[in-house]
């Protein structure tokens, strides 16, 4: 089973301020994916990353994919408001189709 | 623009009851996934299914109960339905190939009594 664990689990940050969550595995994936939850609806994709070393931005949003597609990181510039919600990473492999979901980083920022 | 919907979006049922929760995709997309998302536990996998007539266990599947007879439905069913199930279920589905996207419906709030 590929586990997929993401830290911190729990963040709570003044708006204007900068993060950083992690998504850590012993595993290598094809890709990963970023996902955002809102509250009462389902998540959202952000991203999807599927080269080592990748780097992608999203306006204030910069996501990277480890060398050995091992891991992942989203940071958020700037955090607002807005940017409140669960983050969720995502690894699958070619063509199995299921992925594995990480427990998700619980985001507040606080006006 | 339909994509993909959940029924009922609420649900209270009692211990014991059979309960049954539709999950209808309009993109005809291959794969489709019933997940249920529990405080600290993220998404946990039930079942999923490859294609019409295809399915099969996730990562949590006992009590659960899936058929796929059409691509675009995948009906999730509580057999007997225990406290333990009170969730939030949420359906998917995608298209096959790496790195494809996973879309979410809305989500099913199930309270067993």
């Known amino acids: 089973t590929q586990l997929l664990e993401q830290s911190p689990q729990f963040l709570s940050i003044q708006e204007g301020e900068n993060l950083t969550v992690y998504c850590n595995s012993s595993?290598?994936?094809?890709?990963l994916q970023w996902y955002r939850q809102e509250p009462g609806e389902g998540p959202v994709l952000l991203v999807t990353?599927?080269?080592?070393?990748e780097v992608k931005k999203l306006k204030r949003l910069t996501f990277q994919f480890g060398d050995a597609r091992k891991d992942s990181s989203l940071h958020i510039t700037a955090a607002q408001p807005g940017d409140t919600g669960l983050y969720l990473c995502a690894g699958a492999n070619t063509n199995a189709g299921k992925s594995t979901f990480g427990d998700g980083t619980t985001l507040t920022v606080k006006p | 623009d339909a994509g993909i919907t959940q029924s009922p979006r609420y649900k209270i049922t009692e211990t014991g009851r059979q309960v049954t929760l539709m999950c209808h995709q309009t993109?005809?997309?291959?794969?489709m996934f019933w997940y249920r998302q529990d405080l600290g536990h993220g998404l946990r996998l039930i079942y999923y299914?490859?294609?019409?007539?295809?399915?099969d266990k996730g990562e949590v599947p006992d009590g659960y109960v899936v058929s796929r007879s059409k691509t675009e439905n995948f009906p999730l069913t509580l057999e007997s339905a225990t406290r333990s199930q009170t969730s939030v279920y949420f359906c998917?589905?995608?298209?096959?190939?790496?790195?494809?996207?996973?879309?979410f419906g809305e989500g099913s709030w199930l309270t067993v009594v």
């Open positions: 993109w005809s997309h291959s794969y």
């Open positions: 299914s490859a294609a019409a007539d295809i399915t």
């Open positions: 998917a589905s995608s298209d096959v190939g790496p790195g494809n996207t996973i879309y």
């Open positions: 990353v599927v080269t080592g070393g």
């Open positions: 595993s290598v994936f094809s890709s």
